[in-house]
C-alpha cells in the first residue's frame, strides 16, 4: 500500500498474507526515515527487490553500508536456524526435507546455502541450490547460495547482512547451511537462533566433531542417514558425550540426539518440533545482541594492549579487536632488522604472537599458549608497515585454535602462523 505508515511487528501480533508475504502496517507512526535507502518492496518482502538488496550488499556497493543500517529497525523476527556438519553429513538433504515441513504450516522461508567457492571464478559452486531445487520454485521460498571465498568459519563474509535483509523482507524462518568445512564452523554460533549439527554414522565422525568443538555449539544432535548400519551406536556415542558435559542449570535447554532419514522424511517432523520448540525458549535475534558482545571484545583486546610493556618496547601497535579476532601492526626500524639488512624472523613471529595472544583472550577467560606453527613466504625491510591479524579457527571449551597472516602494508604475504591455546576457567582482571 503507497504510501502507508509501516512499524516492526511483535510476535503477538505479527501476520502474514499467506499469499503475498506482507505485512500489515499500524497507522499513526510515520516510517523511518532510513527507509527511503531500501530497495522499494523489500519490506513487503517482494523478491526483487530481495535480490537487488543481497546483490548490492554481495558486490561491495558505495550504499551497501547505509542499506545495512536501513535494516537494523525491521530486524528480530524470524527464527534464523543454523545447519551446520562434516560434509557429507547430509545437510542439504536435510534442508530441503525442512522446507517442507515449514512450507506445510504455512511458513515463508529464506536459505543461505554458503557453497565452496570455484577455484577459477571464486563464485559459489551451487550445488546446495540444484539439490533444494524442487522447494526453491515455490512462491514462499527464497533460496541464495554465496561463495565462502576462502573464509574460515563455516559461513561467507556477508551471510549475517543477507540473514539481515531477509529478516526484514518477513521471512518466518531463516536457514543457513554452512559451507561444511567441518572443523571450522563455529561462526554459526553468532548468527543462528537454533544450531543444528548434523552428524552421519561412525565414530570416526563424532570424534572429529567433537575435537573441532562443534557439538559444543549443539542445540540440537541429528544423526543424519538413520537407515544405515552404525546409527544408533553413533546417537549412542552423542548422548555419551553430552553427558560428560557440566552439569546445565535446571531451566537449561537439554540437547536431545535425533535421527533423521531425511530423503524420506523419517524423522524430520520431530525434528522441526524440537526446532520450534528451542526457538521459543531462546528466543530469536541472536545475532543482534552479539554487537554489545562484540564491542565489548574489542575494548578488551584494546585494554590487554595497553597493558602490554612488550608492545610498547617494540613499537607494536593494536589496531583492531574483536571476539576471537586482533589486528597489530608494526613499522619496521632498523632495530628490527637482521645482520642481512631485512626483519628480523623473531620480530615477525613477535608481530604474529602478539596478535594471537590477544585474540585468544578477546573472550574474557585467561588463555595460554601450548602450540605454535609459523612460515616465511617472504622478506619486509625497514619503513615498511607490516601487519598480523589472527582469526579464530575453531574453539571448544577448553581448546582453540588461530590463525595468523601477516602481510605487508600492500597485501603481498609475509608469514602465515597457526596457535593453539588451553583456555582456563580464569576470568582477565
Not at 515441513?101 to 577455484?119: F, H, K, N, T, Y
Not at 572443523?183 to 553468532?190: D, F, K, R
Not at 570424534?207 to 549443539?218: F, H, N, R, T, Y
Amino acid at each position: 500500500m503507497a504510501g502507508a505508515a509501516r512499524t516492526r511487528p511483535t510476535a503477538h501480533t505479527a501476520h502474514h498474507d499467506a499469499h503475498h508475504g506482507a505485512r500489515p502496517a499500524r497507522a499513526g507512526r510515520a516510517a523511518p526515515p532510513t527507509d527511503s535507502l531500501l530497495p522499494p518492496g523489500l519490506l513487503r518482502g517482494e523478491r526483487r527487490a530481495v535480490a537487488r538488496a543481497i546483490s548490492r550488499i554481495e558486490q561491495g556497493a558505495p550504499d551497501a553500508a547505509a542499506l545495512r543500517a536501513a535494516l537494523v529497525p525491521h530486524l528480530g523476527r524470524a527464527h534464523v536456524i543454523g545447519i551446520t556438519g562434516a560434509p557429507g553429513a547430509g545437510k542439504s538433504t536435510l534442508v530441503h526435507a525442512l522446507l517442507g515441513e515449514l512450507l506445510g504450516r504455512g511458513q515463508r522461508i529464506g536459505v543461505v546455502a554458503v557453497d565452496p567457492s570455484s577455484p577459477l571464478s571464486g563464485g559459489a559452486v551451487l550445488g546446495d541450490r540444484v539439490r533444494m531445487g524442487e522447494h526453491g520454485a515455490h512462491p514462499h521460498v527464497f533460496i541464495r547460495s554465496v561463495a565462502s571465498r576462502g573464509h574460515l568459519g563455516g559461513l561467507s563474509p556477508t551471510t549475517r547482512a543477507i540473514v539481515d535483509v531477509l529478516d526484514a523482507a518477513g521471512f518466518d524462518t531463516v536457514i543457513v547451511e554452512t559451507v561444511g568445512a567441518g572443523q571450522s564452523e563455529v561462526e554459526i554460533m553468532a548468527v543462528a537462533d537454533t544450531r543444528v549439527v548434523v552428524c552421519p554414522p561412525g565414530l570416526g565422525d563424532v570424534v572429529q566433531a567433537s575435537k573441532a568443538g562443534i557439538l559444543e555449539i549443539a542445540d540440537l544432535l541429528v544423526v543424519s542417514k538413520a537407515d544405515l548400519p552404525g546409527a544408533e551406536a553413533t546417537a549412542r556415542d552423542l548422548r555419551e558425550m553430552l553427558q560428560l558435559r557440566a552439569q546445565p542449570a535446571a531451566d537449561a535447554w537439554k540437547v536431545p540426539v535425533l535421527g533423521v532419514q531425511a530423503s524420506t522424511g523419517v524423522g524430520t517432523g520431530e525434528l522441526m518440533v524440537a526446532a520450534l520448540e528451542h526457538g521459543r525458549h531462546a528466543g530469536r535475534g541472536r545475532r543482534l545482541h552479539a554487537d554489545a558482545k562484540s564491542a565489548a571484545a574489542a575494548a578488551r583486546v584494546f585494554q590487554l594492549a595497553a597493558a602490554d610493556p612488550f608492545l610498547r618496547a617494540t613499537g607494536i601497535t593494536c589496531v583492531r579487536g574483536g571476539p576471537g579476532e586482533a589486528e597489530v601492526r608494526l613499522t619496521l626500524r632498523p632495530e628490527h632488522l637482521n645482520f642481512n639488512g631485512s626483519c628480523h624472523g623473531g620480530i615477525i613471529f613477535a608481530l604474529a604472537d602478539t596478535a594471537f595472544g590477544l585474540a585468544a583472550n578477546s573472550h574474557g577467560l585467561v588463555a595460554a599458549g601450548i602450540d605454535a606453527h609459523i612460515t616465511y613466504q617472504q622478506a619486509a625491510r625497514e619503513g615498511e608497515t607490516v601487519t598480523a591479524h589472527a582469526r579464530e579457527v575453531s574453539r571448544s571449551r577448553k581448546l582453540a585454535v588461530y590463525r595468523v597472516d601477516v602481510a605487508r602494508g600492500d597485501g603481498q604475504p609475509i608469514s602465515s602462523f597457526t596457535g593453539t591455546v588451553y583456555v582456563t576457567s580464569r576470568h582477565h582482571a
